[in-house]
């Protein structure tokens, strides 16, 4: 049973081009989060999506930041018109259910903004 | 507000030595608790969890502790490992929200 997979693992972007980030769930896992790590930093909560909803965007950055879990496929976590201060990791984690379950992590995507 | 904290933001052991990493958490309404494991460019990595109506659960080498009275939380490891070298969170979920609440980390060093 493969866990949760995240492509790219690194993804260089120069200020104000697109990053596009995808996380693909453990098998049977519904409930996807994403979740931001500066270097030497804990996790921030970024994003909660069910299938085709989106539960808590409370993390988020009101702009440029976007995310999705579509019926079919991966999740995506888009960021538009990037800026240095996006250089982070993103890590995903997918739940079987919601609240109060345990969340398994993908190995990240590494952005970089030049 | 909510917030989940570390006592100790490092962490020295002798191999063989048994580890104790703390936690505290401010939200008295949580109730489960993880513990995760985060190698260097690794995501973290599942190590125990523990729910509040428990104050304590054991797994393989690791032991979790919860003191709800101070909202405490935290890690026994037995005969620490090389491999045991890494960045260990508390997180704090529940009490009605669906964020996980992560801790700044604690970076355990085992020296051989």
């Known amino acids: 049973n493969a866990g949760v997979m995240q492509n790219p693992r690194h993804l260089v972007r120069r200020r104000g081009q697109e990053a596009r980030l995808r996380c693909s769930p453990m098998k049977g896992h519904s409930h996807v989060y994403w979740y931001r790590q500066l270097p030497e930093e804990g996790l921030k909560f970024m994003v909660y999506?069910?299938?085709?909803?989106?539960?808590?965007e409370s993390g988020m950055p009101k702009e440029r930041f976007s995310a999705e879990f579509p019926k079919e496929g991966p999740s995506i976590l888009r960021i538009q018109q990037v800026v240095r201060g996006d250089s982070a990791a993103y890590f995903c984690?997918?739940?079987?259910?919601?609240?109060?379950?345990?969340?398994?992590f993908g190995p990240g995507t590494r952005l970089t903004v030049l | 507000g909510e917030s989940v904290g570390l006592h100790l933001p490092t962490l020295s052991v002798q191999e063989g030595d048994n580890s104790i990493i703390n936690c505290a958490y401010s939200n008295s309404a949580s109730d489960y608790f993880i513990w995760y494991k985060q190698e260097s460019g690794k995501g973290p990595q599942f190590i125990i969890d523990?729910?509040?109506?428990?104050d304590k659960r054991q797994g393989q080498r690791v032991t979790v502790l919860l003191n709800k009275t101070v909202k405490h939380l935290s890690l026994q490891i037995a005969a620490t490992q090389p491999g045991d070298s890494a960045v260990y969170f508390c997180?704090?979920?529940?009490?009605?929200?669906?964020?996980?609440?992560f801790g700044a980390g604690t970076r355990l060093f085992v020296k051989a």
């Open positions: 984690a997918s739940s079987p259910g919601g609240q109060s379950d345990t969340q398994y």
């Open positions: 523990i729910r509040s109506n428990m």
């Open positions: 997180a704090e979920n529940g009490a009605g929200g669906f964020k996980t609440i």
């Open positions: 999506l069910q299938k085709e909803n989106i539960i808590d």
